[in-house]
């Protein structure tokens, strides 16, 4: 029987038994799908090396140093992955969930349900995904390779509320059905908190031995769709005194900014409402991208034309430029701009260092590649060099709310429209998220979580 790893062997894989992570990088390749596969959940790469790109400040046109932490190399190709096993783990760990009889439901916009379709099969549990008909394709054939069954509901990336309808439909018609709301359990902020975060204040220092930065991290940027990356920043904030944590939303879906709702496509963000792992009394900043514009950079770097332009009118290395070509999917390409946009608005320059991290890459997006060469043409060499001075070179500093104590109060207001309305939480619940306590206790639980699994693995034949 494989358990997986512990916290602190997803966050330092070397610490794994040498057996164990020998045969885990054997499988990386040679058998994707087997269970040992486990153990590769993690953010550095079989030397130990941390899988991350410092954009060139040619693409950028910052001087603040902009590092991307990518997830296309964990099991599934997105560190949802890490998300989706941290729950399944905790809740087996505390008698929740039992793999041999419960059927698992991941709810999901995409990356979420893939990562929880594949740790469900590689734990030996039957697994349900809900996601709205209209994401990728390449998410549903993904979802389907890995054995899982697909419910589809309506609408796009912001239809969460129709996911979890479905959700306490199959609870109710099945009392061994155990719904993995990635939005809710805190297995997702834990992991993102502990793991994520701990590797980005890792990352800071080995910069600064490379001549980047100052071994500091001055912020971090990150999307909300479930709110588990975001989790990071609380993690740096306690590492580095001024530490900045800026939140980033689709213009077209700006719920925390102004209350807003709508449809949108920068597909895993910008869910409508606000999730209950979601540390908003921490979050310093928050910023709006257009999707269009996020599309858009994406297809700069992916399309053969920008990535020509980037070599031959901006100087970047074609090795460097053929690794950009492939890193990023839509919510990435936000990441970035929100990054940007921070150096911007915050005055972060020569020596500053901001986070940010690519979910996914850009092998779940060829399809809406094609569909935005089919409406908008493929581009020419005058036209990339359109897509990445309007896209990269052109962050404005609009759409930008600060995080003072009105906005915070606000930010955590919206919780109770979805979480006591809808959900079942309680106001004392909600209510006691605001002390700052209450995060630090779910911070703690790491290493219980990790001396719960070691005692299990104990209990094992040997």
Known sequence: MITGPTFEEMLHPHTIAPEIRARAQAARQNAPLDPINLFNITWRDPENRVYHIVLPKALTGVEADIVVLYG?????????????????????????????????VWPSTGNYGIGGAWVGGRMGCQSIVVLPEGMSR?????IESYGARIIRTVGSESNVKEIYDMTHQLRAADPNVRVLNQFEVMGNYRFHYHVTGNTLVELAAELQAQGVGSGR??????????????????????VFPGHLIVGLEPIQCSTLYNNGYGVHDIQGIGDKHVTWIHNVNNMDALMCLDDLTCKRGLLALSDPAGQAALVKRYGIPEDVVSKLSRLFGISGICNILGAIKTAKYFGFGRGSLIATVATDSLDRYHSVMDEMRARYGTPDEAAAVGLIEGTFHAVATDWIQLGTRESRARWHNLKYYTWVEQQGKSVEELDAQRDPEWWLRHQALVSEIDAKLLAARAELPA
């Open 138 to 142: 390449e998410r549903f054939a993904l």
């Open 217 to 238: 991290i001055d912020a971090f940027c990150s999307a909300m769709g479930s709110a588990g990356t975001i989790a990071a920043g609380d993690r740096l904030k306690q």
């Open 72 to 104: 296309r190399e964990f099991p599934s190709g997105s560190h949802k992955v890490g998300a989706a096993y941290s729950v399944l783990l905790e809740k087996t760990l505390f008698g929740e969930v039992d793999p041999s009889r419960h059927t698992l």
